[in-house]
């Protein structure tokens, strides 16, 4: 939705952004989207999945307009570290000292049993993918403080 008032949902100008192709990976159980504006291009990270809640990852949708109710949003990407392609939901991009990082919710391992929930972060190099390994957040928020 867009509005000049915040306060006035009811009127703001509203537009579906992205309807996922039935049988991909991210066709299914879609939720937590949220919208970045990264170098003047605007992303959506979503976590999805095929059905199959093992199989739940983080995407990232592009739409290279500037203005996010033109152009159309596309999948770019699957958001995974070079060291794991977990389940993960719940993701957001924020920048600290010039840095972009990406931090959200996931698994250690392929989940087979109960397994606890962490919370992951890594330096994003762009939007997608991702580049470097991903890190408890509990530590590496010890060196960055």
């Given amino acids: 939705m867009r509005t000049p008032d915040i306060t006035d949902l009811v009127n703001a100008e509203k537009k579906v ?14 939720w937590a ?28 949708l592009e739409n290279t307009d500037q203005d996010p109710f033109e152009g159309e ?10 060291n794991q ?3 993960a939901i719940d ?23 109960v397994e606890t929930q962490n919370i992951y972060i ?5 939007p997608s993918p991702l580049k470097h390994e991903r890190h408890h957040s509990l530590r590496v928020m010890a060196l960055v403080f």
């Fill in 73 to 82: 949003f596309k999948v770019k990407s699957c958001l995974k570290t070079d």
């Fill in 85 to 87: 392609n977990n389940w």
């Fill in 17 to 30: 952004a992205w309807t996922p192709p039935v049988g991909t990976d991210y066709s299914k159980n879609v």
């Fill in 33 to 60: 989207p949220e919208i970045h504006n990264i170098d003047d291009n605007r992303y959506i990270c979503v976590a999805a999945d095929d059905g199959d809640n093992r199989n739940h990852r983080k995407f990232v």
């Fill in 122 to 126: 890594t330096i994003m190099s762009n």
């Fill in 91 to 113: 993701g957001s991009v924020f920048e600290y000292c010039d840095t972009l990082y990406f931090i959200w919710s996931g698994w250690q391992r392929p989940k087979e049993n």
